[in-house]
């Protein structure tokens, strides 16, 4: 298969944070949008990119609570009401922002749950984690694809993680009809979606100017693992003993604003200039793994920055378009 994964070798390494990928980079009269701006590693990137000029929504299913916090961190972002597994929510918050008549130049699609214990679906009867994780962002993305054309030069991102080596898409069952639920192959197709969602997102979308990227944040302990139980985080190496977070970049233990560097770097970066449809890592393009590794990340496969095949394969990609289309009743307006 032929990869565009070739590291750009950025001068970034897995210790870099967003005030390193965010430097000289002058944001004014950019409009962003940020999906879970209100927490973790989305508020951390709906901070820095504000920080460069940029004005920021954040949409929001509690606004109260993330309203809450981004009082308490300054100027340059709003909140906005939207829930991610609301067909309608969604798509007005999309009219909203059309009708404004605004160009959208970053779109980040961060929000997402992880490892929810017991199948759950929403209301339109697909799994929660493939409804909140990438079918509600494949929704948000197509109904701004206008404000996103008006940029003549935007960029998505796509934040997944080397979770996706948990799953590949189930084809025959992605909704988990047939097969037994499992919180943690869940998770894995979700993100496997994230980044063959980019993949396809960028060849429809380059010639009016939009270019996506997925990209993996670091292992971070955040709510995001809410339901994670603690034994298991200590398995995994994500907190010591005493239950902290271990931060290690080395062996892929960021902190926050270690983690969302890649996400500010994939958003703004001259350096990905002509370039999109590529998975990112410790803010650089990930080589590709030889072979296809799926169902771990325990031990050596989890500290890897490289990406599997059959997460970037391009007919994956646009048959995942096709379904998500299926699934979503949208398309990419004419």
Not at 227 to 243: F, I, S
């Amino acid at each position: 298969m032929t990869t565009l994964q070739t590291p750009l070798v950025s001068g970034f390494t897995a210790h870099s944070t967003t005030l390193d990928t965010i430097r000289g980079v002058d944001l004014t009269g950019k409009l962003a949008i940020v999906t879970g701006g209100y927490a973790g590693l989305g508020l951390e990137a709906a901070r820095t990119l504000a920080s460069a000029g940029a004005r920021v929504i954040v949409p929001a299913r509690d606004i109260d609570r993330a309203r809450r916090v981004i009082a308490d961190i300054g100027g340059g972002i709003e909140v906005r009401q939207m829930d991610l597994t609301d067909p309608m929510s969604i798509d007005e918050f999309c009219r909203e922002i059309i009708r404004s008549g605004l160009a959208l130049h970053i779109l980040v699609n961060s929000a997402g749950i992880m490892a929810v214990p017991e199948l759950s679906r929403d209301p339109q009867s697909n799994e929660l984690q493939l409804s909140t994780n990438h079918l509600g962002h494949f929704r948000l993305t197509l109904g701004l694809w206008t404000a996103l054309t008006r940029a003549k030069g935007a960029r998505v991102v796509s934040v997944s993680s080397m979770g996706y080596r948990f799953s590949d898409i189930v084809w025959d069952d992605i909704n988990y009809e047939r097969r037994p639920y499992d919180p943690w192959t869940a998770y894995g197709q979700s993100k496997t979606a994230n980044i063959l969602f980019a993949v396809e997102l960028d060849r429809r979308g380059r010639e009016h100017g939009i270019r996506a990227f997925s990209m993996h944040p670091g292992g971070i302990v955040t709510g995001l693992a809410k339901h994670v139980p603690l034994d298991r985080l200590k398995q995994l190496g994500n907190v010591d003993e005493n239950g902290e977070p271990v931060i290690d970049p080395d062996r892929d233990m960021k902190s926050v604003p270690q983690g969302a560097a890649t996400m500010v770097w994939c958003a703004v970066s001259p350096q990905l200039a002509g370039l999109g449809g590529v998975f990112c890592a410790n803010s650089d393009i990930a080589p590709l793994e030889d072979g296809s590794v799926v169902g771990t990340l325990d031990g050596r496969d989890r500290r890897t920055s490289k990406v599997a095949s059959y997460a970037v394969d391009p007919a994956s990609a646009e048959r995942l378009w096709a379904l998500s289309q299926k699934l979503t009743g949208t398309q990419i307006p004419v």
